[in-house]
């Protein structure tokens, strides 16, 4: 794989002086992206709009990197200006116009970039959430969601990054089979300044659709393919009411990214936007693409319960699943499910708090632009699938218990039968080895041959032989206790010796103890 070429400067060479502030910014994430910096997947797409009361109208010839590094340059008043630029796809030369001509904290930048979500390596740095009193609600957030698309091919691992943004791409697996639904991360971040007069600038950020991806796990990444994705089912329902489009053609987003989804609302509805003063209102569509890729995880995720849940269901026998392959994979399964639907929740917390949104349950009275009651909705959702989830493990595991008893039966049985034929063996033994035995005694020719005048002798000699040493078997089984050990007392015990004996020994001490008891009254 080629390296970052020398006119692309790493981002936080320029970012020394926060470094004690945020020590994150010291090293870029060794994740992100290991590709080839070639144009065919590295070049970004700029959208650059003006807002107004009446509307957004898009600032021609201005859709690359240095088309919007020249149009900066440019000395213009910023009196009426509400300027909105949408950038999708992250270089360090976007860092470097844009923080440079806005003067905007590296951390933005950074917390965009972080494709990792956990780790405990030294040198590895995961997207940590700051403290909440920290959050800078009006001037900067970020939204990390969820994107459902389906694969052109099944995939063949669980593991699958986007080559592009290095973003994990969640593979599911239903009944032992990987399915052609993924679930890919995805982030949104949103900048906002405000001028002189009314005046303000906002930047937003998106990533880019997911073209290539990495096969294998992230510090391996074995191959780099080229796949072809759909939006899932069609892809989210617009959010945009009918009785706002009825003086519009009836026409939907693009829904292949969070960019062109942006380029289509900010076109044809951006009239709906009411608050043009306010910088957060650039920010009210890309929270609501974001909040119904998210309602489109929730309907996937509660789908996926509902059939798990089914196959546990109206079932006269569960034979097909008590193999422990079978339990396994579906715990297995379960597991992942159980842990995605915790990321989700905290994701949709992250959300919730950078949007300054209480954690509690949606009001009742709802209106159109008002989206706490989607993030609240969510997040209420996402907990009953996880409460689910666990009502499922806790199944499985007593599926797993059951099947094991019954397993533990099966063998006990089995058990039974091999002892008893054994037993029948012995027997057959006990009969035929007196038998032989005599049969070589009386095996020298003579007047005991088959058909001879002795040959009788045989079976007088024979037969009480082996009545006896089978009637002495038995005895001697008499001897074994529970734990297959012989003794005499075992013997006696199960003999009735004991019980014969402690027969007249009772009678006694019955007579005796009535005796002296009618004696002392």
């Not at 939907?252 to 936007?273: E, I, N």
């Not at 995605?340 to 009001?363: F, H, K, Q, V, W």
């Not at 020719?445 to 088959?450: Q, R, S, V, Y």
């Amino acid at each position: 794989m080629s390296q970052q070429p020398p006119q692309l400067k790493d981002w936080t060479s320029g970012a020394s002086e926060f470094w004690a502030l945020d020590p994150t910014l010291r090293h870029r994430d060794t994740q992100y992206p290991v590709i080839s910096f070639d144009s065919e997947i590295q070049n970004p797409r700029v959208l650059v709009l003006c807002l107004s009361q009446y509307g957004a109208w898009e600032s021609s010839n201005i859709h690359t990197i240095d088309t919007l590094s020249d149009h900066l340059k440019e000395p213009r008043s910023t009196s009426r200006n509400r300027t909105i630029y949408v950038v999708e796809g992250l270089t360090p030369k976007v860092v470097e116009i844009l923080r440079s001509h806005f003067s905007i904290e590296p951390s933005f930048f950074m917390r965009h970039e972080r494709p990792v979500v956990y780790t405990s390596k030294h040198n590895r740095f995961h997207d940590t959430v700051r403290l909440p009193s920290q959050l800078d609600l009006e001037d900067n957030f970020q939204i990390k969601y969820y994107e459902m698309l389906h694969l052109s091919q099944q995939p063949t691992s669980f593991y699958m990054h986007c080559a592009r943004t290095a973003r994990h791409i969640g593979i599911t697996r239903l009944s032992g089979k990987y399915q052609h639904t993924a679930i890919a991360r995805r982030k949104c971040s949103f900048w906002s300044q405000r001028c002189s007069g009314d005046a303000w600038n906002a930047i937003i950020l998106c990533d880019p659709p997911i073209e290539r991806v990495w096969i294998g796990a992230p510090e391996d990444r074995v191959e780099m393919k080229s796949v072809s994705t759909e939006p899932f089912q069609g892809g989210y329902p617009s959010f945009i009411k009918n009785s706002a489009m009825s003086t519009k053609p009836t026409q939907g987003p693009p829904r292949t990214s969070m960019f062109d989804d942006l380029a289509f609302y900010f076109k044809h509805h951006s009239d709906l936007l009411h608050d043009a003063d306010d910088p957060q209102t650039a920010s009210y569509f890309m929270r609501k693409i974001a909040a119904s890729h998210y309602m489109q995880v929730v309907a996937y995720t509660a789908s996926i319960l509902s059939n798990r849940h089914w196959s546990l269901s109206r079932r006269d026998s569960l034979k097909e699943l008590e193999r422990f392959t079978e339990i396994e994979k579906e715990w297995s399964d379960l597991q992942g499910l159980h842990r995605r639907c915790c990321e989700y929740i905290e994701d949709t917390e992250a959300a919730l708090l950078n949007l300054g949104i209480p954690m509690s349950r949606p009001e009742r009275s709802l209106r159109m632009w008002d989206d706490d009651a989607d993030f609240q909705y969510i997040y209420m959702r996402f907990n009953d699938c996880k409460a689910r989830t666990e009502v499922m493990i806790n199944s499985i595991t007593g599926l797993a218990s059951m099947s094991g008893t019954r397993q533990a039966l099966i063998e006990a049985q089995r058990s039974l039968r091999a002892t008893k034929g054994g037993r029948t063996l012995s027997f057959i033994g006990l009969l035929f080895i007196p038998l032989a035995y005599v049969a070589g005694i009386f095996s020298m020719p003579g007047t005991f041959a088959p058909g001879s005048s002795d040959f009788g002798k045989y079976w007088e000699v024979a037969a009480p032989l082996a009545l006896g040493i089978f009637l002495l078997a038995t005895l001697l089984e008499l001897g074994y206790d529970d734990a297959a050990k012989w003794s005499p007392s075992t013997f006696a015990e199960n003999s009735g010796y004991n019980r014969m004996r402690g027969g007249g020994g009772s009678q006694e001490l019955g007579r005796t103890s009535i005796g002296k008891t009618n004696g002392t009254v």
